[in-house]
């Protein structure tokens, strides 16, 4: 079955700008989680979507958010860009109830200038 | 507050030889642990967890509650086992599923 895809792979943005991230989760798998991972900081959890509600989320500033399709695909935004949101940001996905493995997707490199 | 750490940055050993990737975590709870892997442009990828006490390509980890640690073996390193590891916590608030990362330990294997 295809794995947890996300577009676009590569982004290159200005400061001030924003860009909204894709992900799209196994066929079946209604949790998708956001992660940021930097050299600096590694991986460090964004939020999590279920049933297009928001669940959790993580220690982020508010120009950090998210959402949820009814066919489960999810998006991320970043508005404002700042020079440290240069990151790789990752997408990941499992089916819902117990415990299921979270599969992850390729991430997107997003370089801010 | 809930963390994880991975003490190495980088572990070199040459093949055949044991390895061990340290890792130890504060939770206040029941805590719930994985190691993850990621080899060289691929995904990251779960590796094991603790709940299923499982050796996965003859690696293995015990959760130690007393020393708060969760350390990764290996009794002969093979050269395929290079990658970065990333040992994780998973805090399940309202039910929710996230997972706590260690900042990762990179694995060189050397013939």
């Known amino acids: 079955k295809a794995g947890v895809t996300q577009t676009p792979r590569y982004l290159i943005k200005t400061r001030g700008q924003q860009v909204t991230l894709s992900c799209s989760p196994i066929s079946g798998h209604r949790s998708v989680s956001w992660y940021q991972q930097t050299p600096g900081q590694g991986l460090q959890f964004l939020f999590e979507y279920f049933s297009e509600t928001q669940r959790n989320k993580g220690n982020f500033p508010g120009r950090f958010s998210g959402r949820q399709f009814s066919n489960s695909r999810s998006e991320m935004n970043v508005s404002t860009l700042e020079l440290g949101d240069s990151a790789l940001y990752l997408c990941?996905?499992?089916?819902?109830?117990?415990?299921?493995?979270?599969?992850f997707g390729p991430g997107t490199r997003l370089t801010v200038l | 507050a809930q963390r994880v750490t991975q003490p190495e940055k980088l572990l070199s050993v040459f093949k055949g030889a044991p390895v061990e990737l340290k890792c130890n975590y504060s939770y206040s709870g029941s805590p719930e642990l994985f190691w993850y892997v990621q080899y060289s442009r691929q995904r990251l990828q779960l590796l094991l967890r603790h709940i299923s006490r499982e050796s996965i390509k003859g690696f293995t980890a015990d959760l130690n509650k007393g020393e708060t640690s969760f350390h990764l073996k290996k009794p002969f390193a093979q050269e395929e086992d290079s990658a970065m590891y990333y040992c994780?916590?998973?805090?399940?608030?309202?039910?929710?599923?996230?997972?706590?990362f260690g900042s990762g330990t990179r694995l060189l294997v050397r013939p």
């Open positions: 990941a996905t499992r089916k819902a109830g117990g415990y299921n493995e979270q599969f």
């Open positions: 994780a916590l998973r805090s399940d608030v309202d039910s929710s599923y996230k997972l706590i």
